[in-house]
């Protein structure tokens, strides 16, 4: 992310610069406006990934990532205003290659890397006996119970998960499911059972 950031700067750098010049922006002033848009861009993209492993929850992170999307879609019509100003549509549409990867790894950057950093271990099959057959391998059962979950839960996910879950029974008198918790925080379902059995206990 933080790569693809850095290239679609320097690249969108010269087209705004071109734009502004273009426009009867001062020279001096001119190389200044790419840079407060990209590396807003870049900073909230660097914010949004660290509440992310933090276990912040998608919810709370809204307006910063409006605000990055914001910031993205004047990358994008900064960079192909210049081009479509003078007819050259090929070289609009080149031009906004990076500004729509920009786009789309804002998107989906901070839950993806939310998951990677929050592994699930498949929990260990049990052996059932069943009269006198041999023994059958069944899968224990999700949620387990936590005197069964042996997998580590990640300490800020867990204190995410109790807030969430202890404002949710406040607000509405009754205990937080687990399928809510998958849309609060932005997890999978088996994460979300696991962190369910633990606030909940």
Avoid: K, Q
């Avoid at 001119?30 to 933090?54: E, K, N, Q, T």
């Avoid at 007819?87 to 990867?101: E, H, I």
């Avoid at 042996?150 to 008198?173: C, D, N, Q, W, Y």
Wanted: charged share 10%; net charge positive; hydrophobic share 50%.
């Amino acid at each position: 992310m933080a790569v693809i950031a850095v290239l679609a700067f320097v690249f969108s750098f010269g087209n705004v610069w071109s734009l502004a010049l273009r426009l009867g922006i001062p020279r001096p002033i001119a190389p200044l406006i790419a840079p407060m848009v990209d590396l807003s861009v870049i900073g909230l993209l660097v914010g949004l990934r660290h509440l992310s492993l933090r276990g912040v929850p998608s919810s709370e992170l809204r307006s910063a990532t409006r605000l990055m999307h914001l910031s993205g879609l004047l990358t994008l019509g900064l960079n192909i205003a210049e081009p479509l100003l003078a007819g050259r549509y090929g070289r609009a549409t080149l031009d906004a290659v990076a500004p729509v990867l920009l786009l789309g790894w804002s998107a989906v950057g901070p839950g993806l890397l939310r998951h990677m950093h929050t592994p699930f271990p498949a929990a260990a099959p049990t052996p059932v006996v069943t009269g006198d057959r041999e023994p059958a391998v069944v899968p224990n059962p999700v949620p387990p119970t936590l005197a069964e979950n042996s997998s580590p839960v990640p300490e800020p996910l867990l204190v995410a998960a109790r807030r969430i879950a202890t404002a949710h029974e406040t607000e509405h008198g009754t205990p937080i499911t687990p399928d809510r918790l998958t849309m609060r925080l932005g997890i999978a379902p088996a994460l979300a059972a696991t962190l369910h059995a633990h606030v909940t206990s």
